[in-house]
C-alpha cells in the first residue's frame, strides 16, 4: 500500500510539474491545487502517525514512510512557489493578481 501511495504521490508531482511547465501556456487553470497539496501533506501526516502509533495496522515504522512524507513537503512547496512566483495560479487568483503573465 505504502509503494502504492509513494507511486501516486510521484506521479502527480511529474504530471503537476509538466503541465504547468510545458503544456499549460498561460499561467492559470480552473483546478485549485493547493487542495491537492494540503490533502497530500494530510495522507502523509495520517500515515506518518499510524505507523508510529499504531504499527500493527499500518506497518512497521520505515523508511518507506518518511520517504513519503518528505516527497509530500516537496511536493507542497513546489505548488506554494509555483503559485508564489505566477508559474500555475488558480484562475480567480490569476485575476485578483492582475493576470500576470509567466516570468519565463
Known sequence: MK???LALFLLFWGLYNVYSLVLNK??????DFMFFAKVIVGIAIV???????KPNLFGKNDTITKIIFILSLLIMTNI??????????????WQ????PNKPF
Do not use: D, Q, V
Open 47 to 53: 500515515l506518518l502517525l499510524g505507523t508510529i502509533l
Open 80 to 93: 506554494t512557489y509555483f503559485s508564489k512566483f505566477n508559474i500555475m495560479l488558480e484562475y480567480n487568483e
Open 26 to 31: 498561460t499561467n492559470h487553470t480552473g483546478t
Open 3 to 5: 509503494i502504492i501511495i
Open 96 to 99: 485578483k493578481r492582475g493576470m
